[in-house]
């Protein structure tokens, strides 16, 4: 009973609490229902969008500098795919400011591309855009001196072989894989930056690129025709492109301008391979289209005067000053020495684990004695 009776002094106690409390609850109410009513009678002020993120790998980046991401180097030309060496092409042409992103090929753009660019923070992607959008911000049209019908004349070359010629070439890289890592002495190992074998990212390679790759050229229509047949397409857009060269040095005279960059990063991609893999596209370009090999040439001097470092030494920024041989030398031993210090790691562990097992024996030995 005493329970009991101790139990509903409290329940009472509450219900007058809430009795009291109830009115001033309903005044409060109806203090913030009038104040909404009279929010809403006011006008309601616009809201400005929050400004986007700005979501870059470069976050150190230098203004008006331009980022490039794209396929690791090759001992035999500066990339294996045309969309990056067109737009490396172009700002060589244009003489912009640019750094090449040492990436191993682990970044996509947003639209899942490479290449594409960084500048001030913001991401370009997809390779025409990217000469467009630059064209328009540095006022460097390679195009600014042709005539209405010139342009539409390059438009079209483009569109050949942006869309058609480079599917012929794709075929054959998807039909050959092996051929491809032989003619273009691909090293897998150091283009992606891994310490799987060779052997292994080499197997690796030619299983999901021609897989892939196969299904893609005949998602595009390509594939469904026979190898003679794709070969002959491939043969008659070089034919178009050497006719309308000519004897002239570039397309449209003695300079060179966006089509001669996307002509030389696509026949770059047919003449560059290893003589000794056989390859008829290349072998027709050679022995009928002669002012095309020549035209390539002429391009690769006067765009990549430093060819030959990058293909031995495989940088990607062969073009940038280098730091002075003092500072080389100290980052070096610097590096040098964290790699002994990863080194003594290992060993340290083990010195510590002697150490203990010795005090473990001496304690044991003590306690026999006592």
Sequence with gaps: MATEVENNVPAQVETKEIKEEAPADNKTETAASEKQEAAADAPVAAK???PPKVVVHKNNFEKDVVYLYQFSRTPLLPSLSPYCLKVETWLRLAGMKYENVDHKMKFRSKKGQLPFVELNGEEIADSTIILKELSQKFDKDLD????SEQRNVAHAMVSMLENHLVWVVMWW???FPDQVLKGYKVNLQHALGSRIPNGILNFFFKFAFGRKGVKKVKAQGMGVHSAEEITEFGQSDLKVLSDM???KPFFFGDD????DV???ANLAQIYFIDKEISYPLRDYMSEHCANLVGHVNR???RCFPDWEDICTTLDLNSHLPKPPAEDAKDKESSKDEKEGDKEKEPADKDMDKDIEKEKVINKQDRDKYK
Excluded: H, N
């Design 48 to 50: 400005e969008p929050a």
């Design 144 to 147: 600014a001196g042709l005539s």
């Design 173 to 175: 890289r998807t039909k």
């Design 245 to 247: 060269l000519a004897d």
């Design 256 to 259: 060179p301008t966006s089509l």
């Design 262 to 264: 996307v002509a030389f």
């Design 299 to 301: 391009m690769k001097e």
